[in-house]
């Protein structure tokens, strides 16, 4: 077997054109970047009982911009937007609670930490050569693993909430790394909002592991 032969057995994921990646992880960037200012409002906005509402909507919204992407993809931006701001009514009870009960310096300092390591992420994804369709994979089969595990602990009270939220930490960076990597690949076919929704429900759930281990203890004490 020739080297032409190994190489179309087992193809190589190659680095798209430095420019093009860029411009694309530009874009994927400045609309997550919106998308969090977007959050934040919707966070300061929330309604009491808005948690339900948020969720139920952000669930149709994701369903609503993985049919959209392709065909119109101003609508799926808009939609992306719209899904920012019920985030924010998702997360907002719980994070004003923790502004109530702590102090806001605990959220601010979440969101910090968040922020520094979606950058570390990012960076490690672009120095190194990283299989995304693996990482991916095993990321996401780690997820649904995650989720089980939850709901049987809903049930049967084996894993304490720290614990959990150090595995949902692990899982999401994991995924975050293969997220940024498929970015510097050339996105894989995906348009910039997709990739930015992935970066962005990324950044959300382990910003709020990464609250429940900050504010946890000082909550329960």
Partial sequence: MNDFDMRRQ????IDAPREETASLLA???GI??????ITAFGVATAPAGGSLIGFLAVIALVFGINFTKKQNAGLALALFLALSYFMGWEIGPLVQRYMHTIGPDVVFRAAGTTGLGMAAMGCFAYLFQINYRKVSAIGFVLLIGLLLVGIASMFFHF???DAYSWMTLGIFTLLTVGDFARIRA???GRSAVSLALSIYLDAINIFLAVLQLMGGGR???
């Fill in 10 to 13: 087992y193809p190589m994921i």
């Fill in 27 to 29: 874009k994927v960037l």
């Fill in 32 to 37: 997550t970047a919106v998308g969090f200012l």
């Fill in 159 to 161: 894993l304490t909430p």
């Fill in 186 to 188: 050339g996105g894989d």
């Fill in 219 to 221: 909550r329960r004490d």
